[in-house]
């Protein structure tokens, strides 16, 4: 089978399994419409039993007159389309007199703030719900994974249909479209990655809590690995420039660099190792997410909801706030300027906001301000969640537009001091606001929006609508098939190692290496010749010293030999000269005279 046709088998597989998904999402619906139906009967025969009112008027008992009642009706009925917040609450629920939020004005950013338990994740639930069936892609950090559960039908009960139906929400359950994501695959979702250099030094500066002299040198160590041609795309590239410019063969590269010094970068290695430790490392790297993917709409037109995973944020919580920094920076780079337009391109939901802003230096905090004041423009709204509005610095708080403000606390001078902080923020109003936010009840707000006009509008006492999917998590087969399902899995799911920094020093630490083993071997070869030689020449100068002995001795047996031989010469000489003197004695010739006559008888005979 050809590649191509892989492919076409792959693709249709997948078709296939998402619409057996979407007809179980709607008999699933079917079934829980029915089960709502049977429950809102028996709520409004509930309601119908109880005694009215003394006055008929739900208003009578609360604290905004009827003339402060209608300025609120008036002051949310937009014209354009808009996303139901909830109903005002006048000491009870006045379902003709709707809290809204104009769909076009959600790119000028707001702020859900509340103490734990107070409803912030379920509002947050609601308007995710609201803008997907809009059309709008939201994007939402699943700090505990209740969200998970948007991609599975609520389930209907009383309670929830007597709420419902007293603030004129007409509920039915739904399920949306949802997209699992995890930091680097540490999680079910599909993997986000991002490359170190793409993450640039501010971010990771301000994620290894480095200080601004740090920060600063921690830029020119990026700008050196750009002039040097060494991406740099996970940790371990980075820890490689760094120990290169931190060992003894990186004096002259510091030199080079201008104001770094071996300790800052001593210091910064140091803090890279121990965020690589913690477990940072697996969200560097290839393939680096396209933030275009969190833009995408379903086939059915409803704005694909795309859910982070952060099962553990308690350990990296700088990472977390940093990386949605990241995601918000790489989107105000890459989107157009749309300008004002009927709808938001994303919106962005920012829980835990705090934790972009503990222990941030000025130039994050700078940089901060600057994409939010600047991103509306390109069609991107950011709603930032977090316990009290004191959380959020005020020249960001200056630039959100909308305002759910749930419960707060008021148990310690800290709190007082910043409930006060809080109600001094808002529009003139009928309400003793210091009282009404120490007294909201669950799924209750003090809300006040950007109307169509860009002025706020009134402030409104508000229960706020329901989910209409489940409030808590989805099983985990359900991310499980959501996850595995999805087409991006196939392009995110394996991470890629190509050549970087890493590699790049290695080989050449490598070649280095082998060039200083040769020239290492050269050099004891070189030694070990000229050892030899010289033991050669001395072995040469012994036999020279042997031969030329041998020769004085040869020389000296000679001269022996020759003195022996004329001493013997001279002895035999001087016998000669003996024996001539004897026998040419006359003596010695008559004897031998005798002799020669006795012998041969020639001697005479008397």
């Known amino acids: 089978m050809t590649d191509g046709a892989v492919e076409q088998a792959k693709q249709a597989a997948l078709a296939a399994a998402a619409e057996a998904a979407r007809l179980q999402a709607e008999a699933e619906a079917a079934v829980s419409r029915a089960q709502a139906a049977a429950a809102a009967a ?48 006048n000491g009870g629920p006045v379902p003709d007199a709707p809290v809204r939020v104009p769909l076009g004005m959600l790119n000028r950013h707001g702020l859900v703030a ?14 995710a719900e609201q803008l997907s069936a809009n059309g709008v892609p939201v994007f939402a950090a699943d700090m505990k994974g209740d969200l998970s559960g948007l991609a599975t039908a609520g389930t209907p009960n009383a309670k929830l249909l007597a709420r419902t139906t007293a603030i004129g929400q007409d509920w039915a359950p739904a399920s949306f ?33 480095l200080n601004e002299t740090q920060a600063s040198s921690l830029a020119l160590v990026f700008h050196y690995a750009e002039d040097n041609g060494l991406a740099l795309l996970d940790l371990a590239d980075l820890r490689a420039v760094l120990q290169l410019l931190a060992g003894p063969d990186g004096k002259d590269e510091l030199t080079a660099l ?5 300790a800052t970068i001593g210091v910064i290695l140091r803090e890279l190792v121990t965020f690589a430790d913690g477990g940072a490392d697996v969200f560097f790297g290839e393939p680096e997410i396209d933030t275009g993917e969190f833009l995408r709409t379903a086939p059915d037109g409803r704005g ?9 944020i308690a350990d990296r919580p700088e990472l977390y706030s940093t990386f949605l920094m990241w995601l918000l920076a790489d989107l105000y780079n890459d989107l157009p300027e749309v300008g004002d337009a009927d709808k938001p391109k994303l919106v962005f939901f920012f829980d835990e906001a705090h934790l972009l802003f503990t222990d941030a230096s000025k130039e994050f905090l700078a940089q901060v301000v600057r994409t939010v004041r600047l991103i509306r423009s390109k069609g991107v709204g950011i709603f930032f969640i977090t316990q009290t509005p004191k959380d959020v610095p005020a020249e960001v708080l200056g630039q959100l537009g909308s305002r759910v403000q749930h419960a707060l606390r008021a148990f310690t001078p800290d709190d007082a001091k910043a409930l006060r902080a809080t109600v001094s923020t808002y529009p003139k109003s009928g309400y003793d606001l210091e009282e009404v936010l120490t007294s ?61 920094a890493a590699e790049i020093l290695t080989a050449k630490m490598n070649a280095a290496k082998q060039a200083a083993d040769a020239a290492a071997e050269a050099a004891a070869q070189a030694k070990a010749a000229k050892e030899q030689a010289k033991e050669q020449a001395a072995a040469d100068a012994a036999e020279r010293k042997r031969r030329a002995e041998l020769d004085r ?24 000269q003996v024996i001539g003197k004897v026998l040419g004695s006359r003596a010695t010739r008559q004897v031998l005279s005798g002799v020669l006559e006795g012998i041969f008888g020639t001697r005479r005979r008397r």
């Open 440 to 500: 909201l009840g669950i799924g209750e707000a003090v809300v006040t929006v950007m109307s169509e006009t860009g002025a706020p509008t009134p402030v409104a006492w508000t229960r706020l609508r329901a989910p209409q999917a489940a409030m808590g998590p989805s099983s985990d087969d359900t991310i499980q098939s959501t996850v595995t399902g999805s087409p991006l899995w196939a392009k995110y799911g394996t991470p890629l190692d190509r050549e970087s």
């Open 553 to 576: 001795q040869a020389a000296q047996e000679a001269r022996d030999h020759e003195r022996a031989a004329a001493a013997q010469r001279r002895q035999l000489q001087q016998g000669a």
């Open 42 to 89: 028996a709520a409004a025969a509930s309601a119908a039993a109880e005694p009215p009112s003394p006055a008929g008027n739900p208003r009578a008992a609360g604290p905004l007159d009827d003339a402060e009642v209608a300025a609120i009706r008036s002051g949310y009925a937009f014209q354009a389309t808009a996303l139901e917040l909830g109903a005002l609450l």
């Open 304 to 312: 694909i909801i795309s859910l982070l995973e952060l099962p553990t």
């Open 177 to 209: 479209p949802v997209e699992f994501f995890s930091l680097g695959g540490a999680g079910h979702g599909v993997p986000i990655r991002a490359t170190v250099h793409g993450f640039g030094p501010l971010l990771l500066a301000r994620a290894l809590g």
């Open 258 to 262: 201008g104001a770094v010094s071996g």
């Open 114 to 127: 509340g103490a734990t338990g107070t409803g912030k994740t379920r509002t947050l639930q609601a308007l």
